[in-house]
């Protein structure tokens, strides 16, 4: 079974600071992907950012990036110029790739609730 | 157009009755998936549904059944509610690998119990 583990409960930078959040993880699996969702007050999973575990670069998403350190298991989601648009909660997910179709579902971590101040 | 809708978003309901909630994806993806929210936000996976199989059905009381009428839905029925059903309950879908494996979340349905 996998697990995944984010150590920061809550966090608050001003805005426009950069912030990392920590995310690790533990898998037996060779072809997985991660990612890290936001959910806002609204309650709405949105995507933030992707990577598949084969891809050794790490992904870029406009102010969001990731530091994918597959041997560590840890995979972190750097925020530059924070917005007050960021605040919410965010979590770190992992899951299973297969081939021939048919995923299993997301393995989430507990969140981190990020807070960016005026 | 909502890429994946639940129906109802609010859902206030007694100790013991039966309820059920709605999903649709007009994405044409080939999985669903309910995942519950528990009121520490921790999000776990319930049950997935490929091509209208169960494919996953973790340890969840055999109170809940999913129900897949067709590809595009996937409901989820709960018999005799228990307080500690209250929880959000996301649907989700995705096209499995041959997308990368993001999965789509609808809104999430407030389930209350009282």
């Known amino acids: 079974a996998q697990t995944v583990t984010q150590s920061q409960p809550e966090m608050s930078v001003q805005e426009a600071e950069t912030v990392t959040l920590s995310c690790t993880y533990d898998?037996?699996?060779?072809?997985?992907?991660l990612f890290w969702y936001k959910q806002p007050p609204s309650r709405q999973m949105i995507l933030v950012i992707r990577q598949e575990a084969y891809k050794q670069q790490n992904a870029t998403e406009n102010r969001f990036s990731v530091n994918f350190q597959k041997a560590a298991k840890s995979f972190s989601l750097k925020i530059s110029d924070s917005q007050l648009g960021d605040t919410a909660m965010y979590f770190c997910?992992?899951?299973?790739?297969?081939?021939?179709?048919?995923?299993?579902?997301?393995?989430f971590g507990k969140g981190t609730h990020l807070i960016i101040q005026p | 157009d909502t890429a994946v809708s639940q129906t109802p978003k609010y859902l206030v309901t007694q100790m013991g009755n039966d309820k059920s909630i709605k999903c649709e994806q007009n994405?044409?993806?080939?999985?669903m998936y309910w995942y519950k929210q528990d009121s520490k936000k921790f999000l776990k996976i319930m049950f997935s549904y490929n091509n209208k199989e169960l494919i996953i059905n973790e340890t969840v009381p055999n109170r809940f059944s999913p129900k897949s009428p067709d590809k595009a839905h996937l409901n989820l029925h709960i018999n005799s509610l228990e307080l500690g059903d209250s929880a959000v309950y996301f649907c989700?879908?995705?096209?499995?690998?041959?997308?990368?494996?993001?999965?789509?979340f609808g809104p999430g349905t407030r389930l209350t119990v009282t």
């Open positions: 994405l044409g993806h080939d999985t």
């Open positions: 997910a992992f899951m299973k790739g297969h081939s021939g179709g048919g995923a299993d579902g997301l393995t």
């Open positions: 989700a879908s995705s096209p499995g690998d041959r997308g990368g494996g993001e999965q789509y």
């Open positions: 898998t037996s699996e060779n072809n997985y992907y």
